[in-house]
């Protein structure tokens, strides 16, 4: 089968990552399929490597986002007709409505439906609505829908008749190198608390340094390394104003982005990982930071719970004191770090990007197969009709 896997959403960050980890693996996968990966230049950069069953096809769009668009539903579909593609994956919600059936779409973005509820800037507003309403209209049009977890589906509306029929449940998996394990990274001092967020409200990064800010008035001394590039430059503003309001700026140090050899040895090297985000869809950073056996702190939300399970220490985000509370048991007890520490990694044994490879290519495999089924008995009918002509 020659599939299509539509890149063009996936820019930075979640996207790159999945792509980054379950392509290398779809490579090695004993099976016929040959992969074509659309994207942008940038895009492509990040994630190409020497393939035999993955080509890698540039598509160079323009305008920004209302030009990128325009090339996803009118350019794209040109190019994978080119190419002979007999199935279509969208790794990150937007159906391309125009492209050969059948179609996959991944709900793999889930702030559109939320994103209300947390600080966002206009333009970020106004990009979330807009696709809130694709995604809406993706979840109809697509011949099967991709979830990355039960939250995912439930928040989209794929979890209730009619779409919860094409609906599969596929989590994100975890590989090198987040194992148990890894040197701590040249910067990272001896004794540190460590978090890893992108520049955005929900990351919750805010109450996290009030949180962090009572720690170390009952006496906590290890500085907070926090790991994240730019991606809301307001937010990021007001987030290091209250920094220093509270005193911190010593004390909470922001690295910038990390590379994923450094992350993982300062997860697995962290006196405490903390993470406050209070909106994921499918939480590979929570799955990473457990592959490298860290002593967790995290935010009590649906998708983090269904990840994680009772792997780590549970505190309402939203509350600096609870969290607070959370951190500093975890940073004060050896004991209590080193059994948070074995869970991490008995949980963490639940996820492979093998398993994520298996359950893509298996729910593929069968829309293919239903797609190719409900044609024959559309020629069927056709034949039947009257007036039809016979084949005699």
Not at 205 to 223: D, F, H, N, Q
Not at 244 to 262: I, K, Q
Not at 301 to 318: H, I, L, S
Request: hydrophobic letters at 45%; one cysteine or more.
């Amino acid at each position: 089968m020659r599939i299509a896997v539509n890149a063009m959403p996936s820019s930075g960050y979640g996207g790159l990552t999945y792509l980054r980890q379950i392509l290398p693996v779809l490579e090695r996968r004993e099976d016929p399929h040959r992969w074509f990966v659309y994207g942008r230049p940038a895009t492509l950069e990040k994630i190409r490597f020497e393939a035999r069953k993955i080509v890698f096809r540039e598509v160079r769009p323009r305008g920004g986002i209302i030009g990128r668009l325009l090339a996803e539903q009118l350019q794209l579909p040109a190019l994978m007709r080119a190419d002979g593609i007999e199935l279509v994956y969208t790794a990150n919600n937007p159906d391309l409505v125009l492209a050969p059936r059948p179609r996959v779409i991944a709900i793999r973005y889930t702030e559109p439906f939320v994103y209300r509820e947390f600080y966002n800037s206009l333009p970020k507003q106004i990009r979330c609505a807009a696709l809130r309403a694709l995604t809406a209209v993706s979840l109809r049009t697509a011949d099967h829908i991709l979830c990355v977890s039960d939250y995912a589906r439930r928040i989209a509306g794929a979890g209730k008749p009619p779409l919860v029929e094409k609906t599969t449940v596929v989590y994100h998996g975890l590989g090198a190198p987040f194992t148990p394990g890894r040197p701590a990274p040249s910067w990272a001092p001896s004794a540190f608390l460590f978090t890893s967020a992108k520049m955005i409200g929900y990351s919750n990064l805010i109450r996290l340094a009030e949180a962090y800010a009572l720690c170390r008035v009952r006496g906590l001394r290890e500085p907070l390394l926090v790991a994240g590039g730019p991606h809301d430059a307001r937010f990021e503003r007001m987030l290091k104003a209250r920094v220093a309001e509270l005193g911190l700026t010593e004390h909470m140090r922001f690295l910038g982005y990390v590379d994923a050899e450094s992350m993982a040895g300062a997860m697995a090297h962290a006196r405490v990982f903390i993470f406050s985000s209070l909106l994921e869809a499918c939480p590979n950073t929570l799955i990473e930071a457990m592959g490298c056996g860290a002593a967790i702190v995290a935010s009590d939300t649906e998708p983090n719970r269904e990840v994680a399970g009772e792997a780590v220490a549970w505190c309402d985000g939203r509350d600096a004191e609870a969290m607070a509370e959370a951190i500093w048991a975890a940073a004060r007890r050896e004991d209590y770090r080193r059994a948070l520490r074995a869970k991490a990694l008995a949980q963490a044994a639940r996820f492979s990007w093998e398993k994520t490879a298996e359950g893509l290519v298996g729910v593929l495999e069968r829309t293919f197969r239903a797609g190719r089924v409900a044609k024959w008995q559309g020629t069927a009918l056709a034949a039947l009709e009257p007036g039809a002509k016979s084949a005699d």
